[in-house]
């Protein structure tokens, strides 16, 4: 007869749990820099087990967190596709941890928010062995496009189940050019859309759910601070769709700031030089990371859109 803590023995032999692993070599990828790669932070029944790559800087010290999350229409892209200049980034003092998450080739919407909480509640274990030595009472997302999209959410506190597993407080939120209100996006009777193909079905069919995984319907007061940019010339995902974001947070009394990205297509492309958004987006950071530090903060219009 299987009993219960022969079964428990079984999947703990097959797929031992995350949380218990030890964690990989240090590699050296980028000056002045740590990288831990390939670390198991899920693993779902049914599923491939899902990894984070982890950058620090070299000195040892606490390291502040920025938790990153790709692109490609939730339907394509990994923790590595990416153009971040990490050798920049933990130069200034922040470690990156860069999430994969499943795609709609494997599982519906909520399945990808869920694998956000799963690798953050991993990074509040974890982030105090001495290899990584992150801080993680609280952290900043910063995604892009579809990855922006799922920050938001859970930035704004969707689907954070009610484990018992302590999971980082989420101090700010960097959304690069992500769909916001997704029954706005594109035909509502196609269903190969890349929205249709995260919620399971044409949106006009499935409205409770495209409301459901769009971050301006959970815009709320307690909300992170969120810093927005977006390209002018965005043909894949409109500009529109992050002015109302902006301005759903800012109405909800909320802080939002969208900066607008004159040329700039989406993923930055027709942009010379992207340097100045990642300092600004360190900027961010540095001001929220660091508890009571305070910022000049430029005059907004209502939607949060710098003047």
Do not use: N
């Amino acid at each position: 007869m299987i009993t219960p803590a022969l079964l428990a023995a079984l999947r703990e032999a097959v797929q031992p749990d995350p949380l218990g692993q030890p964690l990989p070599s240090a590699r050296t990828l980028y000056p002045g820099a740590r990288s831990y790669c390939d670390i198991e932070f899920a693993a779902a029944e049914g599923y491939r087990p899902l990894l984070l790559d982890l950058h620090r800087p070299a000195p040892p010290g606490r390291a502040r967190l920025l938790v990153y999350l790709h692109g490609g229409g939730w339907m394509r892209g990994s923790r590595r596709r990416h153009s971040l200049p990490l050798a920049e980034i933990t130069a200034a003092g922040f470690a990156v941890a860069c999430l994969d998450y499943r795609l709609t080739g494997e599982a519906l919407f909520p399945a990808q928010l869920d694998d956000v909480h799963a690798g953050l509640r991993w990074l509040a274990a974890r982030g105090d062995d001495p290899e990584l030595d992150v801080e993680t009472s609280g952290v900043v997302l910063w995604g892009e496009s579809a990855g922006g999209h799922l920050a938001a959410l859970a930035g704004l506190g969707v689907h954070a189940d009610a484990q018992d597993a302590p999971s980082p407080t989420i101090t700010g939120v960097v959304d690069w050019f992500a769909p916001a209100d997704l029954p706005a996006m594109g035909d509502p009777a196609d269903p190969h859309t890349r929205e249709a193909r995260l919620v399971g079905g044409p949106l006009g069919q499935r409205p409770a759910e495209a409301r459901a995984a769009s971050p301006v319907v959970h815009a709320h007061r307690g909300a992170p601070p969120f810093l927005i940019m977006h390209g002018t010339e965005d043909s894949l995902v409109p500009l529109a769709q992050s002015r109302t974001l902006a301005e759903a947070l800012t109405l909800a009394g909320a802080e939002a700031e969208l900066i607008a990205v004159p040329g700039a297509e989406h993923g930055w492309f027709g942009t010379d030089d992207t340097g100045p958004l990642v300092a600004r987006v360190l900027e961010f950071a540095a001001r929220l990371l660091p508890a009571g530090t305070p910022s000049d903060t430029p005059s907004r219009t209502p939607s949060g859109e710098k003047r």
